[in-house]
């Protein structure tokens, strides 16, 4: 029946081709007719549009109208499912017709049968997690807790918890509720973020989540930042390491916890999401769902001129990642044993579900395709309508999948008028299904009502294979802080044959108050090196106890690297020379790896100088090539720390190296001159190195060779740029005759963008004049960078300014971004200046703009033209082909929103702001300003990343003020660079990458 009607729907579009010659096809046409509906498949037949790995199958365990659009399930200690229903996707938050849902499966067959509506009239919820008889619910801008006290299964409690999340882009909310081993729950704040805070008082501290998740403590109501800061989908896998997913980015391990930043501030933290597939962020997906008839028209009108854009294939069309979404570690018990720990990701675009599988590389992990997958997925389906949107590990051992079941996923922007107003973009509102996949022979087994369970009886099920079941336990153990069971879990923790049960029966005696020193000496010495990472950062609660800090310290010699890349971490917590000087034997051992390299930094903070010291004096360390970096690391932070006997201590060890080490001693004292620099003390940092005549000696040499180096084209360019970053540590006078040269347009760029930040690193006001002085000659990609320059500092930008009002630099050559920042400059005298000078720029709607460029809609576009226009205009900020700088979103992907949606991105790039790509302004105390997107956030400092992949790592110890006008960092006013032949060349090239 499915087969029949897709057919027919194809037979109709190709018949109405065949009657209507290309003379017909214009954008004025009516083309209902070929735009026929296809239908839905009815909830009896969906499972035949399945094609499943050999071995499983799809069990359809609920449909409409039991439930609706879902998007988010939390299954309660008896196994039913609270299920958060987002009907009011994607324009209907204002209608108020979402709800959440409670299932419940009366017969014991493991398919649902009785709904109750727990909670209706809501607009856009996105996640739910159980607690206390009730569940938290994410309903952005607010967390709220829901509980029915009655037994009527409808909420009659409903508390405001905490309030400040954003919602202003519905692929970007809050989501993925999971409760946590430790106690708590965690969620992901998505790409749009928060300014969280307790709802019931406004004087509540504000937790910043912006490229950060969050976790809270349901009993305390306390809340934390945790690193991630993905899209849609969260899961953790047996270890607690933590995978997400973000559009094409389909599968990233995160790297380590944000509060291990938090103790060292001035160390910079790397991105902690780090993308694992072996085939790329946006790997190909092979979809068997046939193209919908609307696609079939756009694309036929497309091919012709009339409608610009991606020429899509039909039948079988292979694709890649766009719409990665929640990816979910499997972890039941009812599979065979080779599938767990196996991630499963939905591309709801391409109707599939995707599997992949993990190997260990260093620290961190590989994901690949399973073998008899190459060319395949573990599910797919030939009906558009399946949306798996988001996954779970359900009670029966089984993954659950949530099948949104939309006829559209499509945002409107990308849809010509000409065909959107023959759609209904809310189709399937009132549908939605919950799918299990099922392997062959498998049978339904009972589920335990844990809610009646006793305490004791709670604690082997810590132990199940199931995480249903162990997670539930662990919960209700942790809610009914029943301190009687403590000698079972004690007993479990000890003696456990499964691994699992060891590690979750310490976590559960942790969230009882009831873990003592003797219980995790236990854990560090067990035989699994999961249990003993997992006992590692237990002991952190423990970390003063003479014995188990002694244990920690003699684990540098575990035999498992993840082991010791816990222990780094925790050894940080300890402040004590015996876990520094295990922090130097792990940096000895393992400091290759950079993971390992950033985790004994972040623990070395208080112990720099002593570490630093042991591993100067160790000949045998310097000699390794790796050594360099992780010695120059910590001379910095001996610098930023600015203590006098630990910089003495450091001046000493440099004192004695010995002479044929020279550029190590050199690169030493540069580091510790950084580190002075960061930590506030440039002033003083020639008077600090006096105390060394050695030192005062190497820095002459290196800047003398800088001097040197610097201007030489004969020189190797990354030797030059190296010079001129050691020429910073001189004075500005030393340097006026040596960099300002160096802007040369005949400089390799390198050198000249290298030039321009040494500049920038001194506060003298000559340097403004020879910046604007210089304009003219000035390549595109050094104007930029000078206008960042220019903006850097107050003195700075009212020489701008002046430069304008002499028509040295022309205002229309600074893009909208910078002209409304200087018109809305929190600063009068900037404001003052700019809202006189820049008047005639008046940036209001943009709509009158689209609308002239429509013709560029109808105009032939030219492929390598609009390549060429690209690589001039674009590239400076978008990644494509390999070709540009990944700052704002990836072509690849945006390409298939159509010419409609690509126009309107170049012309309008503030109608529809991703949170990722908005704007951000940062304010320092040493009285610098810097701009651009938020890059990567840690508990320490923010990355901002703007034109040409430029990027600045600003410490929060330094950051005065930051703020957002919400705007895109993609300027305004791109008519006046691009014709409409030359949009319709744009839009031509854009539309043909596949």
């Known amino acids: 029946m499915r087969h029949t009607l897709v057919c027919a729907a194809f037979l109709m579009a190709i018949t109405a081709v065949a009657q209507d010659p290309a003379e017909h096809d214009s954008i004025d046409r009516d083309y209902s007719s070929e735009l026929p509906r296809i239908a839905p498949t009815e909830p009896k037949d969906a499972a035949g549009a399945f094609e499943v790995k050999p071995g499983f199958r799809m069990e359809l365990i609920a449909a409409e109208p039991l439930v609706r659009d879902p998007i988010a399930v939390a299954f309660d200690e008896d196994g039913r499912a609270y299920v958060v229903e987002m009907c009011g996707y994607s324009e209907e938050r204002d209608e108020d017709i979402s709800a959440i849902a409670l299932l419940e499966d009366t017969d014991g067959d493991g398919k649902f049968d009785k709904r109750y509506d727990f909670l209706t009239g809501l607009k856009w919820p996105t996640a739910v997690a159980c607690y206390g008889g009730g569940v938290f619910i994410g309903i952005p801008p607010d967390l709220i807790y829901c509980k029915d006290t009655n037994g009527d299964g409808a909420a009659d409690i409903n508390e405001t918890v905490y309030t400040g999340f954003n919602w202003n882009n519905v692929q970007g909310m809050m989501n993925t509720f999971l409760w946590g081993p430790d106690g708590r729950i965690h969620a992901s704040a998505s790409s749009t973020g928060a300014e969280a805070r307790l709802a019931n008082d406004p004087k509540a501290p504000v937790l910043s989540l912006r490229g950060r998740d969050f976790a809270w403590d349901p009993k305390t109501r306390a809340m934390f930042a945790e690193s991630g800061g993905a899209q849609y989908g969260m899961s953790y896998d047996d270890w607690g390491r933590k995978f997400v997913c973000h559009n094409s ?293 423990f970390i003063k106890d003479a014995e188990v800090l002694a244990k920690l310290v003699s684990m540098t010699a575990d035999d498992n690297n993840l082991v010791r890349y816990q222990l780094a971490y925790t050894l940080g917590d300890a402040l004590h020379a015996d876990a520094y000087g295990a922090l130097v034997e792990l940096a000895k051992k393992d400091g290759a790896d950079k993971w390992v390299h950033f985790a004994v930094l972040s623990s070395s903070f208080e112990g720099s100088a002593s570490m630093l010291a042991t591993l100067l004096a160790d000949d045998a360390y310097r000699a390794k090539p790796e050594s360099a970096s992780m010695l120059a690391s910590l001379a910095e932070q001996v610098g930023a720390r600015g203590i006098d006997l630990e910089i003495t201590s450091t001046l000493a060890g440099i004192d004695a190296l010995p002479g044929n080490e020279s550029p190590l001693a050199q690169a030493q004292v540069r580091a510790l001159m950084q580190g002075l620099t960061i930590g506030g003390k440039s002033a003083q ?184 226009i690209y690589l001039d205009n674009c590239s400076k900020c978008h990644m494509l082909q390999g070709k540009g700088f990944a700052v704002g979103p990836d072509l690849s992907t945006v390409a298939n929103a159509g010419a409609e949606k690509i126009l309107i991105n170049v012309l309008d790039p503030n109608r529809e702001v991703n949170p990722q790509y908005m704007n951000y302004t940062i304010d320092t105390y040493d009285l610098e300003t810097h701009s651009g997107v938020i890059a990567s956030e840690s508990a320490t400092s923010i990355t901002l990343k703007r034109a040409n992949g430029e990027t600045d790592t600003i410490l929060r110890v330094n950051i005065e003020n930051i703020r957002s006008d919400n705007l895109s960092i993609m300027p305004e006013g791109w008519e006046e660079a691009i014709n409409k032949q030359q949009m319709a060349d744009l839009i031509a090239y854009l539309s043909s990458i596949k």
């Open 249 to 541: 980015y389909h599968i990233q391990l995160v790297l380590f916890e944000d509060r291990y930043t938090a103790r060292n501030p001035y160390l910079s933290a790397p991105n902690p999401r780090v993308d694992i597939p072996v085939d790329g962020p946006a790997a190909d997906v092979f979809r068997i769902s046939p193209v919908e008839p609307w696609r079939i028209v756009r694309t036929r009108l497309r091919v012709k001129g009339i409608t610009p854009g991606i020429v899509e294939g039909g039948g079988t069309p292979a694709g890649y990642f766009t719409s990665a979404t929640g990816i979910t570690i499997y972890r039941g018990d009812a599979w065979p044993d080779e599938y767990r720990n196996n991630a499963f990701i939905g591309d709801v675009g391409s109707n599939l579900v995707h599997r992949k599988v993990m190997d260990p590389d260093g620290v961190s992990l590989k994901a690949h395709r399973p073998a008899g997958e190459e060319k395949t997925e573990f599910v797919r389906s030939t009906d558009i309508w399946f949306r798996p949107v988001q996954f779970a590990n359900g009670p029966d051992g089984n993954l659950i999948v949530l099948d949104m079941y939309r006829e559209y996923i499509e945002h409107p922007a990308s849809l010509p008028p000409v065909i959107k107003k023959h759609l209904d973009l809310t189709s399937g509102r009132d549908r939605g299904r919950l799918w299990r996949i099922v392997p062959d022979g498998f049978t339904q087994p009972e589920i335990p009502k844990l809610g009646k369970a006793s305490t004791a009886d709670l604690v082997p099920l810590l132990a199940h294979k199931n995480a249903w079941h162990f997670e539930t336990a662990a919960r209700l153990i942790c809610e009914r802080q029943d301190k009687s069971v403590v000698p079972a879990l004690e007993d479990l923790a000890k003696k456990c044959p499964a691994e699992l049960g060891r590690k979750n029966a310490l976590y559960a005696l942790s969230t009882l108050g009831a873990l003592t020193p003797k219980l995790v000496l236990d854990g560090l010495g067990d035989s699994s090196p999961m249990v003993r990472a997992n006992a590692v950062r237990l002991a952190e609660a």
């Open 685 to 868: 940092a020639k008077d600090i190195l006096a105390k060394s005549q050695k030192a005062q000696a190497l820095l002459a040499q290196s800047l003398e060779n800088a001097r040197k180096t610097a201007p030489d084209a004969n020189a190797d360019v990354a030797a030059r740029v190296d010079a001129i970053k050691t020429l910073g540590f001189d004075s500005f006078e030393q340097n006026k005759d040596v960099l300002p040269p160096l802007l040369n347009v005949l400089q390799p760029a390198e050198v000249q963008l290298a030039a321009l930040a040494g500049l920038r690193k001194f506060d003298a006001p000559e340097i403004a004049a020879i910046l604007v002085a210089g304009w003219n000659d000035f390549s595109p990609q050094v104007r930029a960078q000078t206008i960042e320059a220019l903006f850097s500092r107050k003195a700075w930008t009212l020489k701008l300014l002046d430069a304008i009002e002499a028509q040295q630099i022309k205002a229309n050559q600074l893009d909208s971004t910078r002209i409304r920042a200087l018109q809305t400059s929190a600063d009068p005298d900037i404001k003052g200046r700019a809202e006189k000078l820049l008047a005639q720029f008046n940036y209001g709607s943009r709509q009158h703009v689209v609308d002239a460029y429509q013709e560029a809609l109808q105009l032939s576009g030219n492929v390598d033209e609009g390549k060429k």
